[in-house]
């Protein structure tokens, strides 16, 4: 069977490991608001498709528009859930523990190292943009992704560098290189997608290249080895409270899109039920409650977004 979205009045405390005593962990509370009312995800209508553009070659009036938008949403009160602290909350929830699977609450619920890796991370940021773009009046409103795969794109963005801007987070390595890119090919969809991870599994199958490569070390590259935990990007717990992160994961999500459109290999996703059958929750901008099925989002234009064309070195480049 699918892994179901969990019943949020069960959210506990989230569990964060401690890397240095290994087998203890910190508590976290990362539950969001419980809502008995859940609406099934439908596709939004939309009349132009949103463009997700390299953050390192977006436009001064963009960055005016996106720090406002960030501006707003960490203006919310914090127990709106769209505000930024509950944004935040969503991945520390999913990712550390804080839910049971529903019908096996021996088991834990875990986005992470399994095949729930790139729809949880799309869907999440789906709802993230739509939030940001009825902050601004602007349905038309896309994310920026961090474009790692390209060598004008790998360091961190200049627009999330600046101290005083809403895209900055102090909790960053001081001491940052350029990350080595490391996309490729994959003869099967489980090594791209990760492992099977269906209701009553324990956490953790297994992750794919993409998951356990390029995404966790930029995580760990940019995350600060001087904050307890490696905070902000560093660790799951806390990753969300980085701007940066929605970048890096828009980045992410465009390589599944790569994956199967532009790399020499014919690549396609899972027909499996379990896999499409798979749901979370998330609150939408207007602090609904919506349950959305992995099947819901397979394709990024029926969400109505879609990523810039640039121009592939890493492919062009192989011999
Ligand atoms: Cu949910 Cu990059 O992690």
């Known amino acids: 069977a699918p892994i179901f979205a969990p019943d949020l009045s069960q959210c506990g405390d989230a569990n964060v490991p401690l890397r240095k005593s290994p087998g203890t962990n910190v508590s976290v509370h990362c539950c969001p608001p419980v809502s008995t009312n859940i609406i099934d995800f439908k596709p939004p209508r939309f009349t ?3 463009t997700r553009q390299p953050a390192h070659l977006v436009s001064p009036d963009y960055v005016e528009n996106f720090k406002e938008a960030i501006k707003r949403m960490k203006a919310l009160d914090e127990k709106d859930p769209r505000s930024f602290t509950q944004q935040a909350k969503v991945h520390c929830a999913y990712c550390n523990s804080a839910y049971e699977q529903m019908g ?3 088991q834990d619920l875990q986005v992470h190292n ?3 890796f790139f729809p949880f991370h799309r ?3 789906y709802f993230f943009e739509r939030i940001l773009g009825k902050l ?3 349905p038309d409103f896309a994310l920026p992704f961090w474009n790692w795969d390209d060598p004008g794109g790998m360091t961190i963005p200049d627009i999330y560098v600046d101290p005083l801007s809403p895209l900055y987070d ?3 390595n001081p001491k940052h290189q350029p990350p080595v890119v490391m996309v490729q090919g994959t003869t099967t969809t489980t090594l791209f997608h990760g492992k099977e991870y269906r209701m009553g599994y324990s956490t953790d199958p297994g992750a794919g290249i993409i998951e356990n490569g390029i995404h966790l070390s930029l995580h760990k590259w940019v995350g600060d080895p001087n904050q307890p935990l490696k905070e902000d990007l560093g660790n799951f717990y806390s990753a969300g409270y980085d701007p940066l992160f929605y970048a890096h994961h828009a980045n992410i999500d465009r390589m599944w899109n790569l994956w199967k459109t532009k790399l020499p290999l014919p690549h396609c996703d899972f027909k499996d039920t379990d896999w499409l059958g798979s749901s979370f929750l998330f609150y939408d901008e207007n602090a609904n409650l919506v349950r959305a099925r992995v099947g819901d989002c397979i394709d990024t234009k029926t969400l109505g977004y879609d990523y810039k064309d640039v121009d592939l070195k890493w492919l062009e480049n192989e011999c």
């Open 123 to 125: 869907l999440y940021l």
């Open 114 to 116: 399994s095949w729930l």
């Open 48 to 50: 132009k498709t949103r």
């Open 136 to 138: 601004i009046g602007d």
């Open 104 to 106: 096996f609450p021996s």
């Open 170 to 172: 102090a909790k960053r």
